[in-house]
């Protein structure tokens, strides 16, 4: 595992960590978080994974990505084989983008897990998110949390989880849903054994019923 968030990285430095990963194979899990690597950071990052089989996690969220980040993002999912977890929060992405990032991740279906923390995704994607969650039956996890989202659009995003039976978790923190609410959805999704953790009001974990 190779933390580097957090450091003030910025897209020249990624030239470096991406010789790093090129000559490191074993590395499993990336955490980038928080940096400022731009697109020219995530193009090189991209290059550096293509054909690697080994990193399985990769966190790039909050790195002040750009309009046109869609191609990269694209991109890195296309080369890297052994991707199944990926956040891409807390960027200003646009509809376009994230239209190429949910068809690049229906494609080709080894991302299991993706983090879209603070992505203003109702504004930017929604419907978009829900062609991709209704396409990909192997999707296990999903971070939506602290993106506005309304009741409604909520609703209609467990509606269709429930007929994943691959899914195990959600994260709702953060959205105009009461816990009231959300009990309630999750007594209903508890009848059908699909999702196994649901976070409603924080990043603590709620276990269902």
Do not use: W
């Not at 990285?9 to 499993?28: C, R």
């Not at 190429?100 to 991302?111: P, Q, T």
């Not at 996890?141 to 509606?159: C, F, H, R, T």
Request: hydrophobic share 40%.
């Amino acid at each position: 595992s190779l933390s580097l968030s957090n450091i003030g990285l910025k897209s020249h430095h990624l030239k470096e960590v991406s010789n790093f990963i090129i000559k490191n194979k074993t590395i499993s899990t990336l955490y980038l978080c928080n940096n400022s690597i731009g697109n020219i950071g995530l193009s090189l990052l991209a290059s550096a994974l293509e054909g690697n089989s080994t990193l399985t996690l990769l966190d790039i969220s909050r790195n002040k990505f750009t309009a046109n980040v869609g191609d990269p993002i694209c991109n890195l999912i296309d080369k890297s084989k052994g991707l199944h977890t990926l956040y891409i929060g807390a960027n200003k992405i646009k509809l376009a983008d994230f239209k190429k990032v949910f068809r690049a991740v229906a494609k080709k279906l080894s991302i299991t897990t993706l983090g879209l923390s603070s992505c203003y995704i109702y504004e930017n994607g929604f419907d978009a998110l829900v062609e991709t969650v209704k396409a990909h039956k192997g999707l296990k996890g999903l971070d939506l949390s602290y993106n506005s989202l309304p009741e409604g659009a909520l609703v209609k995003i467990i509606q269709i989880l429930k007929g994943n039976s691959n899914f195990k978790f959600l994260n709702l923190s953060g959205n105009t849903l009461s816990e009231a609410i959300v009990r309630d959805l999750a007594q209903e999704i508890a009848k059908d054994n699909i999702i196994e953790t649901l976070s409603p009001v924080s990043y603590t974990h709620m276990t269902l019923p």
